[in-house]
């Protein structure tokens, strides 16, 4: 019986087998599913996020009660810098190198053991892999990384109350600082993820995280005052912080513009290990 035919006589309705995918076809879908089966199932993977909520929680209600402590001791210089929200989130600066090793680890794991051979033999177009590691990871690490900032934020306000000294996601500017670390982790992962896909080696992987992230904005600093107030800002990590700092210092980009501009890192790094994942052997 014709496809028309069958048509027809059920009424004009297209069986749901006629429109889904035939069997053993790839699709992004069935990708994203067995990427995900692959990501809750190692062990690595929950330690690794386990330990960047921990750090950020842990590391802002450390610095909230150390700074309520001493408040009374500060100068009036560090009193005018301080900033409540920024203070119970410091911990997103040790829950970056997590985020950003574990990016690394979602694709440079594969080529250690040898498994992105049947990965890239089973989707034989490789970028859908590629596109299911990245947007699995964003979306854990966004919602992780937002869930562990808020409740950093809640403790550390909560601390620094009793000194009067907190703040409320209500005041200006607090929420995105709260939102901020959320996004800025997310696009950590995404630059691991994509540098691990360009190196394929972990080492390498995560010493080129932690050399982008730590070691050339500290390099920056060396360099002439000239150059240094120019050159800083558009460094990715500066560039992405700046949508976590409430006060705007001199040289530093808008918080929106900053965050575009490590964005647009993380999207040039992710196209190209696409076009190397087209190009090279597995």
Known sequence: ?????????????????????????????????????KMRSLRSTFYTLFA??????????????FTAGHWAHMNPHERADFEPGL????????????????????????????????S?????????????????????????????????????????????????????GVLRQVMGVGLYLTVVGLLGVAIGALIRNTAGGIAAVFGLLLVVPVLAEALPASWAN?????????????????HREAHTLAPWTGFAVFCLYAVVALAAAAVLLKRRDA
């Not at 027809?8 to 790839?26: E, L, N, Y």
């Not at 842990?58 to 610095?63: R, S, T, V």
């Open 230 to 246: 120019h050159v800083n800002q558009w460094l990715p990590s500066n560039a992405g912080q700046s949508l976590i700092s409430l």
């Open 52 to 65: 960047a909520v921990v750090a950020l929680i842990g590391l802002g209600a450390l610095f909230s009660t």
């Open 87 to 118: 203070t119970s989130l410091r911990g997103f600066f040790l829950a970056q190198l997590a985020v950003g090793v574990l990016g690394v680890l979602m694709i440079s794991g594969e080529y250690a053991t040898g498994m992105i051979r049947a």
């Open 1 to 37: 019986m014709s496809t028309t035919t069958s048509t027809v006589m059920t009424g004009g309705a297209v069986p749901p087998s006629a429109t889904a995918a035939p069997r053993g076809q790839v699709t992004q879908l069935r990708v994203l599913r067995s990427e995900w089966i």
């Open 120 to 172: 890239l033999t089973a989707v034989p177009g490789r970028l859908p892999v590629l596109w299911a590691k990245a947007a699995l990871y964003a979306v854990v690490t966004w919602v992780l990384m937002t869930a562990g900032a808020l409740v950093a934020f809640l403790i550390g306000q909560g601390v620094m109350s009793s000194k009067h000294i907190g703040t409320s996601l209500g005041d200006p």
